[in-house]
Each structure stands twice: as structure tokens, then as C-alpha cells.
């Protein structure tokens, strides 16, 4: 499977190195989006995302390896180096997410490349970024995640702390690390150089952690996990019907007003327990257990008509087999249908956000095999033979 490429990074060469989820996921953005990634697996077994994911067919690495050529090259030796060397000579994007000081010692690190190619622009993703104490220190993403912030105020107060179903430390360092590849790409406009990106993982959940900081910095207030509830912002929770759970976020005075409407109960927005956002947040558990009585008597059906005929915020808490049946998500085409040479059509989340003139796109399925395009990208980049492309593969080079 290949489509035509509209999107706006075509023509951008980028070259992804390190295995997993942060380097990868910056690649699938920039996949999306147009650019030409090439990605650099180990031969053998290659990126262990090929064998992550749950049930009997493991699928992740169909998301995460989208829009990319496979090609296999051995880092730890110099023939391997150099082959990748070559590759980094013309490009634009390199993304690599090893422990710092990995690249360096093979040779490949920023004052390296830039030497051979000055308008490279080099992605860096760690658990603790390229400088300070802790820079050497293994991590991964639910590391960043504690250190962060995150992971101290997710879950309920009186257990240890949760964390997100998925690995939302990795993917919001990539996602920063995409966004400084782009601001270096229109810096490189003006200048004519690459830059160095260093994305952090802890940084990154920092950057998404509202207030935290400056709470603690003012006032000594330490926030506390709260479970489901954001505290002092009522009513906004999931709350138990007769046959499911449903998401009301009635916050605000005049939607709260409607709300009530809806609840056939109007006299509880001018209620002075509950008339004013202060005074909801002060009596957040009494006022959620009210509204949750209410709830219980209907089905999710007969609530989300109420919800949208009274325009108060609410919804349906999805699967991914709600996603799969749900029209709002059919007409936006939020779910890509992918031909597949192994799933048949595979359907995965699509590209975003959607650009009006130059649309992103899934163009090619995830490779099947480590080093699948090795005699299209060494062949056509490089110039290398099929005979030298079997020396290196004998020698285990590729």
C-alpha cells in the first residue's frame, strides 16, 4: 500500500533511530504529516514495539510504524555507523531517544553530524533531557510521569498512585518533540542551520501540569489525588445510569442553570448551596450524590437527549468499539481504514489535526519485517549493489 502524498512535509527527509515509544511516536507524527521517515531497526528482531500490545495479535506497531521504511543497520559497530552516516548526510530530521551520550559514543552525535550536515536538525527524547545531574540516569515514561507531577495526583486518596491506561509520559515528550522539529525547521528558514531539539520526558508532563508549581510556590499548597473529581469544579464527573455511565460537565453557573432544568429540579441553580461556582466546589461530594440519584433513574439513551436538548457539555465514555460504530467519528473520518497485507483492512485512529490544504495521511502500513526496504532506501539513497547489500547482511552489518 502507497497513496499519494499531500501532506505538509513532503519532500522532508527524516531519519529515526531509538526503539519504542518516544522516537517512534515523533516519527508517526512526522510520517503523518508527509515527511519520508526512514527507520533504523537492529537486525533480527528489530523495534520490541513489534511485540507489544494486548490480545493475539499485537497491532501497536501498526499505529507506531506507520509511513515508515524499515531498513536494518547495526549501530555498535562502525560499518553500521557509517552506512546510517551516509543516510543523515542529506536529511533533514534525525530523532533518536537513547540514554544521552549512546549516539556520541558511536560516533553520531550532534557535533558529528552537524560536521557532514549543517542544516540537520536532531530530535533528542530522555527520561531527564541532555544536561543535568540526573541527564545519565535510565527513563522511561512513567518515570517522567512521577517526577513530572502527574502520577502523584492521579488516582484515588486513599490508594497508592495510578497511572493512565496508556503511555502518556512518551507520547507528550514526542508530540514536543515534533513541535521544536518544526519551530528548528522555521528558524533553519532564516539561518540556514539545524539545532539540537531536547525534549525531556519529566518536561514534558511538567509543561501540563497547569498550576501546579506556582500553587506550591505561592501558597504551599500541595495538590492531592482526588480520583475522579477535579476538586472545586462541580458539578463535572461520570456519573452511574440504569445501564452504563455517562460524562455531565455542568461547571459554569448558566450551564449548571440548564442542568437543573433538565433535572426538572430549576430551584437548586439559585440554591444557595449551590448557586455559585464557589459554593459547588465547597459541597462537590453532596452535590455529585444528588445528581447521581437523578441519573440512576434513566438510561444513557434517554439522558443524552436531555443533555443535548438542554446544551449542557456531556457524553458518552467511549470504547474502542464505541469509536468504531460512532457516526460523529464516521463523518470526521477519525478512524482510518488501513490495507493491510496481514490484518486485511486494519482500523487505526487517524492523523491530526486536519489541515484544510495539505492533508495528512496514512500512506503505507507499518513494515512487516525489519529491514524490508533495505534495497530500496541503501539502493536508491546510497547506490549500494545487491551484492554489497548481501555482504553486509552476511557479516550482520544489516
Known amino acids: 500500500m502507497e497513496t499519494e502524498n499531500s501532506g505538509a512535509l513532503k519532500g522532508l527527509k527524516v531519519i529515526e533511530m531509538g526503539q519504542l515509544i518516544a522516537g517512534p511516536f515523533c516519527g508517526q507524527l512526522l510520517g503523518d504529516m508527509g515527511a519520508d521517515v526512514v527507520k533504523i531497526e537492529p537486525p533480527g528482531a528489530g523495534d520490541p514495539m513489534r511485540q507489544w500490545g494486548n490480545g493475539v495479535h499485537k ?10 521504511r524499515s531498513v536494518t543497520a547495526n549501530l555498535r559497530v562502525t560499518e553500521g555507523q557509517n552506512l546510517v552516516r551516509r543516510l543523515l548526510a542529506d536529511a533533514d530530521i534525525m530523532i533518536e531517544n537513547f540514554k544521552p551520550g549512546t549516539v556520541e559514543k558511536w560516533g553520531l552525535g550532534p557535533a558529528d553530524l552537524h560536521a557532514i550536515n549543517p542544516r540537520l ?17 535510565a527513563g ?31 507520547t507528550l515528550a514526542a508530540t514536543y518533540g515534533c513541535m521544536g522539529a518544526l519551530a528548528a525547521l522555521h528558524a533553519r528558514e532564516a539561518s540556514g542551520k539545524g539545532q539540537v531539539v531536547d525534549s525531556a520526558l519529566y518536561e514534558a508532563v511538567l509543561q501540563v501540569m497547569e498550576s501546579i508549581v506556582p500553587e506550591y510556590d505561592l501558597m504551599g499548597l500541595v495538590r492531592q489525588r482526588s480520583g475522579s473529581i477535579l476538586p472545586g469544579i462541580a458539578p463535572s464527573n461520570v456519573y452511574a445510569c440504569k445501564d452504563g455511565e455517562y460524562m455531565i460537565g455542568g461547571n459554569g453557573d448558566t450551564v449548571f442553570a440548564r442542568l437543573c ?26 452535590l455529585d450524590t444528588l445528581i447521581e440519584q437523578w441519573t440512576l433513574t434513566k438510561t444513557v439513551d434517554e439522558l443524552e437527549v436531555l443533555m443535548i436538548a438542554h446544551s449542557v457539555p456531556a457524553g458518552r465514555v467511549y470504547t474502542g468499539k464505541d469509536m468504531l460504530t460512532d457516526p460523529h467519528f464516521d463523518a470526521r473520518e477519525a478512524i482510518a481504514q488501513v ?10 485512529q487517524a492523523p491530526m489535526p486536519k489541515l484544510s490544504d495539505t492533508p495528512s495521511s496514512i500512506r ?3 513494515p512487516n519485517h525489519p529491514g524490508e526496504h533495505n534495497a530500496e532506501v541503501y539502493g536508491a539513497r546510497l547506490g549500494l549493489s545487491a551484492a554489497e547489500l548481501g555482504d553486509l547482511e552476511r557479516k550482520g552489518i544489516i
Request: hydrophobic fraction near 30%; glycine fraction near 16%; proline fraction near 8%.
Open 59 to 68: 497491532v501497536w506497531w501498526e499505529v507506531i510504524g506507520r509511513n515508515k
Open 339 to 348: 490495507p493491510h497485507p496481514k490484518h486485511g483492512t486494519l482500523r487505526m
Open 140 to 170: 522511561y515514561g512513567g518515570i517522567g510521569e512521577a517526577m513530572g507531577g502527574w502520577r502523584a495526583i492521579v488516582g484515588d486518596p486513599d490508594r497508592p498512585p495510578s497511572r493512565m491506561g496508556v503511555s502518556i509520559g512518551d
Open 261 to 286: 432544568e433538565a433535572m426538572g429540579q430549576p430551584d437548586l441553580a439559585t440554591d444557595p448551596r449551590y448557586g455559585t461556582h464557589v459554593a459547588r466546589g465547597e459541597r462537590q461530594a453532596e
Open 121 to 137: 536538525i536532531i530530535v533528542r527524547m530522555s527520561g531527564y533531557g541532555q544536561t543535568g545531574p540526573y541527564s545519565t540516569r
Open 364 to 366: 503505507r502500513s507499518a
